[in-house]
T-cell receptor, first 114, second 111 residues
Framework: DTAVSQTPKYLVTQMGNDKSIKCEQN?????MYWYKQDSKKFLKIMFS???????INETVPNRFSPKSPDKAHLNLHINSLELGDSAVYFC?????????????FGDGTRLSIL | GQQVMQIPQYQHVQEGEDFTTYCNSS?????IQWYKQRPGGHPVFLIQ?????EVKKQKRLTFQFGEAKKNSSLHITATQTTDVGTYFC???????????FGGGTRLMVKP
């Protein structure tokens, strides 16, 4: 049983295109996150949602728009893709918001911009 | 802003040797978490430390939280090839509302 699942696993696209990444968790958690991991492995939080409500937005360009239709899903739409967007994007969830909560990560989406 | 730094960035060891990674924060942390990411994989939660001076063990892994709650370490005794991966520490930011990950220590084990 996959706890946090992301699709697609790989995404190769041209600069300027728009793309979406989907995430679903079946852990019954209230809180979901999007992280970006660059080529040097730095993990940076982008967004956090608690029960469909945005609670963290870490100075991410407006081209990135998260959407949470319900607390089990957090999708990420990216407009006008740029070369610098190439990275691995991880979705994660935790039971409730809070820095003392273990985070459960999905397998990641490897985005490559040509 | 608050930073969580990890050293070393990379470590090559011979199988059977010990390994330690260190995590330092510029501010006092409420707790620290450790994660392991295998090559091509995703971060997996290992443990959380909350109390000053706390020490926890998981088989060959020993985790420590400093007395001042500004640093932490992960020590692996007698490394195995299955220990290969990047180890991340993560602590709360200044506002206490989100985890900040260290840059990670990439461990490579030669059989």
């Amino acid at each position: 049983d996959t706890a946090v699942s992301q699709t697609p696993k790989y995404l190769v696209t041209q600069m300027g295109n728009d793309k979406s990444i989907k995430c679903e968790q079946n852990l019954g958690h209230d809180t979901m996150y999007w992280y970006k991991q660059d080529s040097k492995k730095f993990l940076k939080i982008m967004f956090s949602y608690n029960n469909k409500e945005l609670i963290i937005n870490e100075t991410v360009p407006n081209r990135f728009s998260p959407k949470s239709p319900d607390k089990a899903h957090l999708n990420l739409h990216i407009n006008s893709l740029e070369l610098g967007d190439s990275a691995v994007y991880f979705c994660a969830s935790s039971q409730v918001p809070g820095v003392d909560q273990p985070q459960h990560f999905g397998d990641g989406t490897r985005l490559s911009i040509l | 802003g608050q930073q969580v730094m990890q050293i070393p960035q990379y470590q090559h060891v011979q199988e059977g040797e010990d390994f330690t990674t260190y995590c330092n924060s510029s501010t006092t942390l409420s707790n620290i978490q450790w994660y392991k990411q295998r090559p091509g994989g995703h971060p997996v939660f290992l443990i959380q430390l909350v109390k000053s001076g706390e020490v926890k063990k998981q088989k060959r892994l020993t985790f420590q939280f400093g007395e001042a709650k500004k640093n932490s370490s992960l020590h692996i005794t007698a490394t195995q090839t299955t220990d290969v991966g990047t180890y991340f520490c993560a602590g709360d930011n200044n506002a206490g509302n989100m985890l900040t990950f260290g840059g990670g220590t990439r461990l490579m084990v030669k059989p």
